[in-house]
């Protein structure tokens, strides 16, 4: 019986996940999980489509409550406790009661680091004014929403335009809100090329989204009563009822940091595959955590609702005695706008070029389902691959219903270190509802032998 | 300059693939093609689709008319000819000019065999009264939708219950025709093991698709016109004023076999990876010929566009004087009724069984997309695994809309050697639209670990 206590920072999903996991293994074992928020093990990328209206309740985001891991796992989960410095030698955490406003010490055997990421927050003047919002808790979500809900905004302006802002463009919409996009960049979804992202911005703007790239935030001004007024970028003067910052996140790795747990270059916890820190007996998980990047063989930063829970799995499973390896990302990833999909993985032909890989790419378009089956609609296909070995490296696909999940079979191909010839090889699923007789990644695969 | 004669046998995907990957190639050879239906390459999947009323015309389900290839392609191909003998000794085939009926011999130094596939027609009492049909040719779906356009049936008796009775009861469904589908299987769709075909059998009875398995055609009676009246099963007679029979489908691989060609223990005229008879410079491809099956290693007949494609693209390259391996099959299909999708890969349970492998099996059901999402459904996915290597060896996946082309990161799985935790432990894609966290693909995996 393992008498060892575990104490997690953080409870959404790598904490949970982990803690879940060990409370299965070690029925016995105390478990203490410190939350500064209000909320446990919910759906942070389901927001924007609570937002939008899609889904009645925050309830139905929240996958598990406090007290349910309380009952039903005996696992002590506080919520609105805050750790606020690790002690690495007396093996003990200092946490504030938020709610009492009072600090006191808890002691750990085995200490779980899942702190998650914070949205990067411009400093920009007027940042705080009431209307100005980024997404990260789900009170975050919350606080949207009941805003929209009281102050009827007509009109919006999402600065940036990765995942975040064309997944807030659509609740907006949903919500009857004009939205205004704005990015630094020269195109939208950064992680996917220019061409197959110049067809996401074509949409948005057929979706009555107006955009503007390469257009830099300088500052807020506000309403008399302290609210957002405007958006003022380095070109213009934007009209803002709501703002909704998506400029990026960074992991919540201070309180690491100040414990001298050793930080990796990307601002991340660094961690082995094991998910150990550089710490005796302190292991990290999730957003606030790096990963193995399988094609680059790096160490990177990705927070990603899947990342978490591999991480939460692998620590849970490595804390109570077992033995895994996170199996590492490739930077997979995807997502919708209305009915336009969008999924990427591996490297863009963007990446290679700064990883200096000799590499070669085919963009392809053409029609799912079957060319002649009603509502057959335009996808695109983009690969790229190493110009030596001929192996995939990364795919990008831009589609309609139906689509974007077809970037599985690329990620497969890519772990498996198939060449495009193998991918085109493929006895992949045919029928006219689905595509025409070579799948459209087929297609693509095909142009590159 | 290649001067060598070619005669392709069959005018539909893979004859048709062949010949115009050899016009690219050798721009200056002659190519002679005999196609002893109406039409030329076209999208026979699509027929069920056309029949429903999806697609306008038939005119849309062809890929190219036989005057385009003559005039764009220089390939003289004659439609309403029929071979009916290979001289492989005088190297000429005999021609049949169906319209003028007239026999004349042809001479070629390579041929191509592309001769496709009948349906199975069971030899019952009066199954040529008017108003019965198979699916086969391009004419024939043309023929069902003119029966129902002239005779507005109203019952119809599908006999089988496998791709073509599952789509053409859709079909049927769509032109307001009352639908009854009868096996002899204790099952439908018997490509997929019995736990997986019962969710098919249950939305199909919620569908109003009334069903009889393990039933048996006995013979139809006709009404005093001669056309359909009933479907006589060894249990009841059922009225009918349309009946489709989709019990199978045959090589037509007579042809070839007359000639001394040798015919696989399958009825699918023999070929290697090249697509080479056991005949000197003659070739074969498409639904009339084996495959290479890429788990059991044995050579199956699969009628399936797909591999008619790859089937005529390797012909073409090798016939054209390039080296190209047809790369295998492993029995991927994927079909849907309403809105319900339905796909398979490798091997079934029951395939494994049958193969005395010692293997295990999972099968899980989740919802995609994430649960909170509206519209969430049920998938279920099933694997089967060899219980020693821990390889993935099949799955079989039943859910809704979006979820069958799932199949393809399996069948990249298994064309890569995977086991279980390989594929749990791949980095896919992940948005609350599209599935939870882990996919359901991953969640089968899992529960194989």
Redesign the interface.
């Known amino acids: 019986m393992n008498k060892r206590k575990l104490v997690v920072i953080g409870g959404d999903?790598a904490g949970m996940t982990a803690a879940s996991k060990i409370r299965r293994e070690q029925p016995e074992r105390e478990i203490v999980v410190f939350e500064r928020g209000n909320h446990t093990s919910y759906?942070a990328?389901?927001m924007p489509?609570y937002i939008g209206g899609?889904?009645d309740s925050e309830e139905?985001?929240i996958v598990r409550k406090p007290e349910v891991f309380r009952k039903k796992q005996h696992i002590d989960v506080r919520i609105r406790h805050e750790v606020t410095e690790i002690d690495t030698v007396k093996k003990r955490v200092k946490v504030r009661n938020i709610d009492k406003n009072m600090d006191f010490w808890e002691t750990w055997d085995d200490l779980l680091i899942a702190t998650g990421a914070s949205p990067v927050v411009p400093q920009s003047e007027n940042i705080d004014a009431p209307g100005i919002f980024s997404l990260s808790t789900l009170q975050s979500g919350i606080n949207v929403n009941n805003f929209i809900n009281e102050n009827k905004p007509a009109k919006a302006v999402i600065v940036g335009g990765g995942y975040i802002g064309i997944e807030m463009a659509e609740a907006l919409l949903a919500r009857s809100i004009e939205v205004t996009i704005i990015d630094m960049a020269p195109q939208l979804m950064t992680s996917l090329d220019k061409d197959m992202s110049d067809q996401i911005l074509a949409y948005l703007k057929e979706q009555q989204v107006k955009i503007f790239l390469e257009e830099t935030l300088e500052k807020f001004t506000k309403n008399a009563d302290g609210s957002v007024n405007s958006v003022i970028t380095n070109k213009q003067t934007l009209p803002a009822d709501i703002v909704i910052v998506g400029v990026g996140i960074k992991p919540n790795a201070g309180l690491a940091a100040n414990a001298g747990i050793k930080i990796g270059k990307n601002g991340a916890i660094h961690i082995n595959k094991r998910c150990e820190t550089s710490a005796l007996n302190i292991w990290a998980a999730g957003d606030c955590a790096e990963s193995f990047h399988?094609i680059t063989h790096e160490q990177v930063h990705i927070a990603?609702?899947?990342v978490?829970?591999?991480h939460g799995l692998t620590a849970g499973i490595n804390i109570s005695g077992g033995n895994m390896e996170f199996?590492?990302?490739?930077?997979?990833?995807?997502?919708?706008f209305k009915e336009m999909e969008i999924?990427r993985?591996g490297l863009s032909e963007k990446e290679a070029k700064n990883l200096n890989i000799d590499f070669e790419t085919a963009m392809i378009t053409t029609v799912s389902p079957?060319s002649?089956?009603?509502d057959a609609k335009e996808i695109s296909v983009k690969l790229v691959i190493n110009k030596q070995s001929r192996r995939i490296l990364g795919g990008q696909i831009v589609g309609f219903?139906?689509t974007?999940?077809?970037?599985?079979?690329i990620?497969?191909?890519i772990?498996?270190g198939?060449t495009a010839q193998?991918l085109m090889?493929?006895?992949?699923?045919?029928?006219?509802?689905?595509?025409n007789?070579?799948?459209p990644?087929q297609i693509a695969a095909r142009r590159l032998l």
């Open positions: 999903a759906a990328c389901g489509y899609l889904i139905n985001l399988l990603l609702g899947t978490a829970s591999k199996p590492g990302v490739m930077g997979t990833a995807i997502t919708k999924s993985t079957a002649y089956y009603p219903e139906g974007g999940k077809r970037i599985d079979s990620v497969t191909a772990t498996a198939f193998q090889d493929l006895d992949l699923a045919y029928a006219p509802p689905f595509s007789v070579w799948d990644v």
